[in-house]
C-alpha cells in the first residue's frame, strides 16, 4: 500500500473517530458509562459540545 494511501487512511480514521466521541465530550461524569457499561471504566466526559451526529469537532479541523 502507498504511503500516501496509509497517510489519508490515517487522516480519515481519526476524523471518523473524532466524531463518533463528539457526543461525549463535555459532560457530567457517568454519562459514557451509564449509556454504555464498561465493568472498571472511568474518567469520562458527555455532553455533545453543539455537533450535529457524525460531524468532526474542531480536533480534526486542527489535525487537517
Given at each position: 500500500?502507498?504511503?500516501?494511501?496509509?497517510?489519508v487512511?490515517?487522516?480519515v480514521g481519526a476524523a471518523v473517530g473524532d466524531?463518533?466521541?463528539a457526543?461525549?465530550?463535555f459532560g457530567p461524569p457517568g454519562a459514557f458509562s451509564a449509556r454504555f457499561a464498561v465493568?472498571?471504566?472511568?474518567?469520562?466526559?458527555c455532553g455533545g459540545g453543539g455537533w450535529d451526529p457524525g460531524e468532526a469537532t474542531d480536533d480534526t479541523?486542527?489535525?487537517?
Open positions: 500500500m502507498e504511503r500516501g494511501v496509509r497517510a487512511g490515517t487522516v466524531a463518533l466521541g457526543p461525549f465530550e465493568p472498571g471504566a472511568g474518567g469520562e466526559r479541523q486542527m489535525a487537517v
